[in-house]
């Protein structure tokens, strides 16, 4: 078994007056060699947008992105016509393809709005644009594996031009899972910690920690306070 570390403090991190932004990998201005991917997992922004601010209309071309509110609502418009708004619960992806143009804001005047956003190197290049959303059961991730995407449409969760997977749960103190990899023979693991203080594989791991775990085929996972955990298995080349 192998692994890596990213603690939250070490993340990089870009404050615009109206969004500030922590990076695990190396995004934009902050550019770390040592931090450019886990596998095909190319971005993990933790992103916090002030009230009535947002993205304005740009590119992207080639990229699997996902986003995942934690609090507040996010209003996205694409060039498909996709008009959406999106809140904790929910899951949108953007299949990029051959190229799409879209905007992002946080049309709510008196609270911030904090998501995920999340890019996956595709194994496909040039598809046709594709935009979903769900709504999921955030009940349905209580101590154990809520599963919000996979390569399959007609699985559960979203679906993106990719073999990954990702599973969220919210954890009582004391709870303990095990997660086994659908496949231990190409992908890791890198676990992001929402929200409490948890141990998988005997490393200790707090807020806002990232975590990888590669040549394993399954990974323990204990909580020791309430927590939430996004765990994303993804290809490692």
């Known amino acids: 078994m ?5 603690k939250a403090e ?9 969004l500030h932004s922590k990076h695990t990998f190396s995004f934009a201005n902050y550019h770390n060699p040592e931090r450019m991917n886990f596998g095909v997992l190319r971005v993990l922004n933790d992103d916090v947008v002030d009230p ?9 071309k080639n990229m699997e992105i996902i986003s995942i509110p934690l609090e507040g609502d996010l209003e996205h418009k694409d060039s498909m016509e996709n008009t959406t708004v999106i809140k904790s619960g929910d899951i ?12 992002e804001y946080n049309k709510n005047k008196d609270r911030k709005v ?3 956003q999340i890019w996956i190197i595709p194994n496909q290049q040039n598809v046709t644009p594709r935009y979903d959303q769900i709504t999921l059961n955030i009940d349905d ?6 599963q919000i995407l996979s390569p399959n449409p007609d699985d559960s969760g979203v679906w993106i031009q990719q073999k990954a997977w990702f599973n969220m749960t919210k954890l009582d103190k004391g709870k303990e899972l095990s997660y086994k ?9 890198y676990a992001f910690i929402l929200n409490g203080d948890v141990t998988i594989n005997n490393q200790t791991l707090n807020k806002r920690d990232g975590f990888g775990i590669w040549n394993t085929d399954h990974i323990n996972i204990k909580s020791e306070n309430d927590s939430e955990i996004l765990l994303m298995e993804v290809p490692l080349r």
Do not use: C, D, Y
Request: net charge positive.
């Open 114 to 116: 904090k998501f995920l």
């Open 10 to 18: 070490t993340r990089g991190e870009a404050n615009h007056g109206w």
């Open 92 to 103: 949108q992806v953007l299949s990029a393809g051959t190229g799409i143009t879209h905007s």
């Open 2 to 6: 192998n692994t890596v570390l990213h």
């Open 181 to 189: 990899l659908n496949a231990p023979k190409t992908n890791g693991v």
């Open 52 to 60: 009535g601010m947002g993205f304005g209309t740009h590119p992207h």
């Open 141 to 146: 991730r209580k101590n154990k594996f809520q």
